[in-house]
């Protein structure tokens, strides 16, 4: 019976080895639709080391951009490979203070590469939702959720979530001054709201109230202006 139960766990190890190559490469290959010569490297994170993603790896890419690189790049970035500023500093918070998320059903908008996402699953939350318009960014949310063994579910428009939600969490969505409107679309479909942002210095928007603030620099490092590393973590009340 030992010797079965052993054969057991090493089947489903190497199902979850196999998981997490199928991802992997999944995720490269789209990767390289842009990048060609650029890859992806499991990468423990500056303020939260817990949570490993699939980043790009800078040292893989040497030398300028080709025209068509850069061409390509521009017009399908690969976002999801390098985990913003404000993904980080909102992982960070719910970490310190999982009560926010412990046995509640979470949707994390934008996900990205699912840093906030993941945290929240880590920190005790009893479903979460990452959700993203990006076929790339649901492909990376998969392979990220397997690096980390954490269950996550998966949706890639916000308009198909039905009913209402204990927490809704955001990390840079507002780079866009049309996604302002969603501020309201948290606010219907959730009890509360969690948002990291760091590039709208005020909302303008008397619901969301500033809860914290972190100095932190997208991962790899963008070497962006001093400004955008300066993200504020807003609260609202839903429904």
């Known amino acids: 019976m030992l010797g079965a139960i052993k054969r057991d766990n090493l089947g489903c190890l190497m199902s979850n080895q196999d998981l997490k190559f199928d991802l992997l490469s999944d995720l490269r290959a789209r990767l390289h639709r842009t990048l060609p010569r650029g890859d992806l490297i499991a990468t423990a994170l500056p303020e939260c080391p817990a949570i490993q993603l699939y980043l790009y790896d800078p040292n893989k890419l040497q030398g300028p951009l080709s025209h068509e690189e850069a061409q390509a790049a521009v017009e399908c970035p690969a976002y999801w490979s390098f985990c913003w500023a404000s993904g980080?500093?909102?992982?960070?918070?719910?970490?310190?203070?999982?009560?926010?998320?412990?046995?509640?059903?979470?949707?994390?908008?934008?996900?990205?590469?699912?840093?906030?996402?993941?945290?929240?699953?880590?920190?005790?939350?009893?479903?979460?939702?990452?959700?993203?318009?990006?076929?790339?960014?649901?492909?990376?949310a998969k392979a990220n959720a397997a690096l980390n063994s954490v269950e996550l579910e998966y949706e890639s428009d916000w308009f198909n979530l039905a009913g209402h939600y204990d927490l809704v969490v955001a990390a840079d969505v507002l780079y866009d001054r049309d996604n302002?409107?969603?501020?309201?679309?948290?606010?219907?479909?959730?009890?509360?709201?969690?948002?990291?942002?760091?590039?709208?210095?005020?909302?303008?928007?008397?619901?969301?109230?500033?809860?914290?603030?972190?100095?932190?620099?997208?991962?790899?490092?963008?070497?962006?202006?001093?400004?955008?590393?300066?993200?504020?973590?807003?609260?609202?009340?839903?429904?």
């Not at 840093?115 to 920190?123: G, L, Q, R």
């Not at 990452?130 to 790339?136: I, N, T």
């Not at 709208?200 to 400004?227: H, I, M, Q």
């Open 180 to 239: 302002l409107i969603f501020l309201d679309h948290f606010t219907a479909k959730s009890e509360k709201v969690l948002l990291g942002d760091s590039r709208v210095k005020n909302l303008a928007d008397t619901r969301y109230k500033v809860v914290g603030s972190e100095v932190c620099r997208t991962w790899p490092d963008l070497n962006e202006f001093e400004e955008f590393n300066t993200v504020r973590i807003y609260l609202s009340d839903g429904l």
């Open 88 to 140: 980080q500093v909102l992982a960070l918070y719910i970490f310190e203070h999982p009560e926010t998320v412990r046995g509640k059903v979470v949707v994390d908008f934008g996900c990205g590469s699912a840093v906030v996402a993941i945290a929240a699953k880590m920190a005790g939350a009893k479903k979460v939702i990452a959700c993203d318009m990006d076929a790339d960014a649901i492909v990376a």
